[in-house]
C-alpha cells in the first residue's frame, strides 16, 4: 500500500509539473502570435497608407491595385479584430480610396 501511495504522490506532481509547463508555453506562443499578428498589422497600415498617398499624389492605380488594397484592408481588419484594437485613421484612409476607386475609368 505504501508503494501505491509513493506513486500516487510522483504521478501527481509530475502532472502538476507538466500542466505549468503547458501553461507556460501556451503564455510563450500567445505572446509570439501577438507579436506575428502586430507586425502583419503594421505591415499593412502602412500598404493601405502608402496607397492612399499615393492616390493623393495622383499617382494613378490599376484596378487590379486596388484590390489588392482591399484585400489587405480585409486582413487588417481581420487582425485588429483579433487583437482587439480600433483605427479609425485608417478607416478614413479606406473611405478615401473606395471614393478614388469610384471615379476610376
Known amino acids: 500500500m505504501k508503494d501505491i501511495n509513493n506513486w500516487v504522490v510522483l504521478i501527481a506532481g509530475n502532472i ?4 505549468v509547463i503547458v501553461t507556460t508555453i501556451s503564455k510563450m506562443l500567445d505572446l509570439k502570435f501577438k507579436s506575428v499578428y502586430d507586425n502583419q498589422r503594421l505591415q499593412l497600415r502602412y ?6 498617398g499615393d492616390l493623393r499624389n ?5 484596378r487590379e491595385e486596388f484590390q ?22 485608417i478607416d478614413n ?3 478615401y480610396i473606395k471614393e478614388q476607386y469610384k471615379l476610376l475609368k
Open 47 to 52: 500598404e493601405i497608407c502608402n496607397f492612399a
Open 58 to 62: 495622383e499617382i494613378p492605380k490599376t
Open 93 to 95: 484612409e479606406m473611405n
Open 68 to 89: 489588392a488594397i482591399f484585400e489587405m484592408y480585409d486582413r487588417y481588419e481581420m487582425l485588429i479584430e483579433k487583437l482587439k484594437l480600433k483605427n479609425h485613421y
Open 16 to 19: 502538476t509539473s507538466i500542466t
